[in-house]
C-alpha cells in the first residue's frame, strides 16, 4: 500500500500495558506508533484501579470519621457524591493526561481510532467521525487491546438499573439497596464502597466464599468486617434475572438444586469476570491464534504464534493486573529492541482494597510443599503491632512462607492495615533471592506496620520478640 504510514512499532491499546511499551520502546530509539480507541491510560485509569481506589480513599474518610469515638472524636459526616465524583474525576484526567504528555515527550507518535490487522504487517486505524481509515505499515506490533466486564444473562448493562464496575464507579445517586453479583475482588471493592456510603449491600455468589483463591484464613477476616459494615451474603445463588418493581427491581437468585431467592434493590452490579477484547482486531487477518477464553496465548518474550506480533496486559489472559500489564509491555518492547528480556520473575504480587486490605506474593505453603520444597511459615498478628493499634486497625497478619532448609523467602499473605503497601517488602525479598534471616535481620523503623514483615520471618526462625 503506497499510502500506507511506515512505523518500527505499532502498539494497539494505551492502557498500562500498551502505554509503558511504547514509551520503553521509545527510550529504546525505536520509531513507534501508539493507537487508542478510547481514553488514554485504558480501563485502570479510567474506569478500574484508579477510580475504585479514589472511591475506597473517599468512602474511608467518611467511615473512620463517624467511627472514631473510640479516639474521642465524634463527627457526622455527610457526603456529598457530586462532589465527590469531581474530585475523583479531576485526579484520572490528571492521571491520564500525564501519560499523555509522557508518551508524545518520549517521541511516539499518538494515533486515535480502532486499529485491525489487514495482515500480519499491517493495521487500519478506523477513526471515530466517519474519518477514513489510516493504514499503518509495521515491522513489530504489540497487541495491547485490554478485557471488558462480561455480562450475564438476564442483565444487560445497557439497562439502567444494571450496573457494570465503570457505571458503579460513575453512580449519580447513593442507591438505597444494592446487589452485587460476584464475591471476586472487584464485588467485593466496591460492596465495601457502598456499605460505607450507607447503602444495604446484599452480595449474591455462586461459590461457598468470598475470594476463594486466598484461603479461609483470610476471608473469614474479610467476611466478618464486610458484614459488620452490613453487607450481606448469599452463597451458592447464582442470579437468574431482574424485573421492575413498584419501588426500584428485584433481582431473582438460584442455587443448584432450583430453589430460588429475591432480592430488592435500586440497582445490581454485576462483576463476575473480565474477557479479553479482541472482537474488533481481526485477529485471523494477521493469524494470531487465541485460546477458548479468547485470550491470545505468548511465549516468556510475550510473543505470540507470529513471530513479529507480541500480546501483553489482559488481553493475553491472567495475571490481569496493571502491574503485569505494565511489566509484560517492557518486556515486550525490550524484546522488540532486540535485548534478551523476558517475563522471568520470581513473583507477580496481587492485592484486593478491601476492608481491611489483602495481599499476597510468590507461594503459598501448600504450593511451596508441590513444588518440591520444605515449607515453614512463620506469623505476626496485627494485634501484636504497636503501629496497628496507634492506628485503630488490629484485624489480620502477616504470613511469610519459607524454605526450611535454605531459609529462601517463597511466599507471603497479608491481611490488613496498608497490606497493598507492606506486599512490596515480600516481593523484594523473593526477587532476590533474601533469606528468612536477611529479612528478620534488617531494621525496620518503629512504630511501622512493615515490621511486621520483619517479625513474621523472626516468627519463621522460631525467635520473634513481640509474638510467641
Ligand atoms: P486496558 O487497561 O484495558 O487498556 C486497553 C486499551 O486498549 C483501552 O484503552 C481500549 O480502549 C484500547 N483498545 C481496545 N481495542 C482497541 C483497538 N482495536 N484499537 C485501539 N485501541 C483499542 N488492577 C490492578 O492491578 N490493581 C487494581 O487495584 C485494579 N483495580 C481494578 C478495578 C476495577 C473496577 C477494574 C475494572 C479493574 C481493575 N484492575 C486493577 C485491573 C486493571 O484495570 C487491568 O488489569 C489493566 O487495566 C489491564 O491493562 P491493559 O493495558 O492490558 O488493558
Known amino acids: 500500500d503506497g499510502d500506507a504510514t511506515e512505523t518500527e512499532l505499532v502498539v494497539i491499546g494505551a492502557g498500562p500495558g500498551g502505554y509503558v511499551a511504547a514509551i520503553r520502546a521509545a527510550q529504546r530509539d525505536l520509531d513507534v506508533t501508539l493507537v487508542e480507541k478510547g481514553d488514554f491510560g485504558g480501563t485502570c485509569l479510567n474506569t478500574g484501579c484508579i477510580p475504585s481506589k479514589a472511591y475506597i480513599t473517599a468512602t474511608d474518610i467518611a467511615h473512620e470519621a463517624s467511627n472514631a469515638e473510640l479516639m474521642g472524636i465524634s463527627a457526622n459526616p455527610e457526603v456529598d457524591l457530586s ?20 508518551c508524545k515527550a518520549n517521541g511516539a507518535t499518538l494515533v486515535e481510532g480502532t486499529a485491525r490487522f489487514v495482515d500480519d504487517h499491517t493495521v487500519a486505524v478506523d477513526g471515530s467521525e466517519g474519518q477514513d481509515s489510516e493504514t499503518i505499515a509495521f515491522e513489530n506490533a504489540i497487541v495491547a487491546t485490554g478485557s471488558r466486564p462480561i455480562e450475564v444473562p438476564g442483565f444487560a448493562y445497557s439497562d439502567e438499573p444494571v450496573w457494570s464496575s465503570t457505571d458503579a464507579l460513575a453512580a449519580t445517586e447513593i442507591p438505597d439497596r444494592l446487589v452485587v453479583v460476584g464475591g471476586g475482588y472487584i464485588g467485593m471493592e466496591l460492596s465495601t464502597v457502598f456499605a460505607k456510603l450507607g447503602t444495604e449491600v446484599m452480595v449474591v455468589e455462586m461459590l461457598d466464599d468470598i475470594l476463594p483463591q486466598y484461603g479461609s484464613d483470610v476471608t473469614k477476616i474479610i467476611r466478618s468486617k464486610a458484614e459488620e459494615l452490613g453487607i450481606e451474603f448469599n452463597f451458592g445463588e447464582g442470579a437468574s434475572e431482574w424485573t421492575e418493581a413498584d419501588e426500584g427491581i428485584v433481582v431473582e437468585s438460584e ?50 504464534n507470529v513471530d513479529h506480533i507480541h500480546a501483553i496486559g ?55 510443599e508441590e513444588a518440591g520444597f520444605d515449607p515453614v511459615v512463620g506469623e505476626m498478628p496485627f494485634r501484636a503491632s504497636g503501629r496497628a493499634l496507634t492506628t485503630g486497625h488490629t484485624d489480620g497478619f502477616v504470613k511469610i512462607v519459607a524454605d526450611a532448609e535454605s531459609g529462601f523467602v517463597l511466599g507471603g499473605k497479608i491481611v490488613g492495615p496498608e497490606a ?31 515490621e511486621a514483615v520483619m517479625e513474621a520471618a523472626e516468627n519463621a526462625e522460631g525467635q520473634a520478640i513481640h509474638t510467641l
Open 314 to 368: 489482559d488481553v493475553a489472559g491472567d495475571p490481569m493486573l496493571a502491574h503485569a500489564a505494565s511489566k509484560e509491555g517492557i518486556v515486550a518492547a525490550e524484546v522488540v529492541a532486540g535485548e534478551p528480556a523476558a517475563m522471568d520473575v520470581q513473583a507477580v504480587p496481587a492485592a484486593v482494597f478491601t476492608d481491611p486490605e489483602i495481599a499476597t506474593a510468590g507461594m503459598t505453603a501448600a504450593e511451596a
Open 83 to 102: 462532589a465527590m465524583n469531581e474530585w475523583k474525576n479531576g485526579v484520572v484526567d490528571q492521571l491520564t493526561g500525564g501519560v499523555e504528555k509522557l
Open 420 to 450: 497493598s503497601e507492606l506486599i512490596a517488602e515480600v516481593t523484594l525479598a523473593i526477587e532476590l533471592g533474601a533469606t528468612l534471616e536477611d529479612v528478620a535481620s534488617t531494621v525496620h523503623t518503629h512504630p511501622t506496620l512493615a
Open 255 to 304: 442455587t443448584e438444586d432450583g430453589e430460588t431467592s429475591s432480592y430488592e434493590a435500586d440497582a445490581v452490579l454485576v462483576a463476575v469476570g473480565r474477557a479479553p477484547v479482541t472482537d474488533t482486531l481481526d485477529l485471523e487477518a494477521a493469524g494470531i491464534e487465541t485460546t477458548d477464553r479468547g485470550t491470545i496465548p505468548t511465549d516468556d518474550r510475550m510473543r505470540t
